[in-house]
Nanobody, 121 residues
């Protein structure tokens, strides 16, 4: 069974920075899309940044210019560098990946357990 484990969340003052990490483990033949989503209290889960299956990167408009996503394919890992954090960035951040576990090019969607990011004003 594939597991995604996030780390790096915490409490930071507005204007500060955090770096989130996510590593996938288990039986993994290939990973397709991979990235980060977040969910604030009372709101729907939303895309923050992700690598598409074609290798391009999408960012939410609200984080463009402040957040940078990167990926280490050798480690099955994805990272999110978050700078100039704002109180409205406060949310639980989830790692997401589409994983081929069998080598058959059948991809299944997996989620991490989430890591809390709190930005104080």
């Amino acid at each position: 069974q594939v597991q995604l484990v996030e780390s790096g969340g915490g409490l930071v003052q507005a204007g500060g920075s955090l770096r989130l990490s996510c590593a996938a483990s288990g039986t993994i033949f290939r990973i397709n899309a991979m990235g980060w989503y977040r969910q604030a209290p009372g709101k729907q889960r939303e895309l923050v940044a992700h690598f598409t299956s074609g290798g391009s990167i999408n960012y939410a408009d609200s984080v463009k210019g402040r957040f940078t996503i990167s990926r280490d394919n050798g480690k099955n890992a994805v990272y999110l560098q978050m700078n100039s954090l704002k109180p409205e960035d406060t949310a639980v951040y989830y790692c997401n990946a589409e994983v081929d576990e069998s080598g058959s090019y059948s991809f299944y969607n997996f989620w991490g357990q989430g890591t809390q990011v709190t930005v104080s004003s």
